[in-house]
């Protein structure tokens, strides 16, 4: 039998979530797990004991895309607990277990003005040859224009008919131009990570949104090196006297 895929391994560890199965927790490390969802007590309680718990509570958790990069998988996906939120997850792995954990989550509203919603939309992978290009063009559209603020510049990175997820923006780069050039209303200061897979990348950046301190995670699909879908989720940051690890967000 080869390497379990990381893939498979993020599946089996949230799905853990919904089944309660405790083999699912076999897959952290508990010992070097890092834990940066700053909601979440690390160490605490065992993680298997925590699925067992979470599962009696009848949670749902769908897989909508499972992307792996190197030492990395991270997923978008749908969560029903108690009610019903997109999620960005992303796991480190070591040694074929998971030891560090990064996660991005809001409620899921209805469709946006285009009709789309949060979690719709292609999945297929596709372009692995342009893995890193696509990296390298994503971490150039955040540093240039979400925090750069070079709107001129925006028509070279999207295409003028975005295909948009984002649930307050109808479809089009000009929806998206005019979501981003208030930077009191939304403003990226910091880019953290950029992952991906063929042509799916996932910034995951830091800033601030009408005043809070938020997290932007952004997903994008590209085409011949220009991002033809926009995928989102923002997440208010909790002011550090609430943090139950230590760890921070990112």
């Known amino acids: 039998m080869g390497e379990v895929s990381k893939k498979d391994l993020l599946r ?11 083999e699912a927790a076999r897959v952290v490390n508990e010992a070097r797990y890092v ?10 309680e065992g993680l298997a004991v925590l699925f067992a718990r979470l599962a009696k509570t009848n949670p749902k958790v769908r897989f909508i895309r499972v992307f792996e990069d190197g030492d990395y998988a991270f997923a978008h996906n749908e969560y029903d607990f108690s ?11 070591e ?7 990064w996660d991005n989550i809001q409620p899921l509203p209805g469709p946006n003005p285009s009709g789309r919603g949060m979690l719709d939309g292609i999945t297929e992978i596709a372009d692995l040859d342009r893995t890193e290009e696509n990296r390298t063009r994503v971490r150039d559209f955040v540093e240039t224009v979400l925090i750069g603020r070079e709107m001129a510049r925006l028509d070279e990175f999207v295409v003028a008919d975005l295909i948009q997820h984002d649930p307050d923006l109808p479809d089009g780069v000009q929806a998206f131009a005019a979501a981003l050039a208030d930077p009191v209303a939304l403003r990226h200061e910091r880019l953290h990570k950029v992952l991906a897979e063929g042509n799916f990348a996932l910034a995951m950046c830091e800033g601030w949104r009408g005043g809070d301190h938020t997290s932007f995670y952004h997903l994008f699909r590209l085409d011949q090196g220009r991002i033809v879908e926009h995928w989102d989720t923002v997440e208010t940051i909790a002011p550090r006297s609430e943090w139950k690890n230590d760890n921070g967000k990112f």
């Open 95 to 101: 040694d074929g277990q998971a030891v560090e954990h």
């Open 35 to 44: 834990q940066h969802n700053p909601q979440t007590h690390e160490g605490s």
């Open 12 to 22: 089996k560890l949230l799905k853990g979530i919904e089944t309660g199965d405790p």
């Open 83 to 93: 009610s019903v939120r997109a999620a960005f997850e992303v796991f480190r792995f």
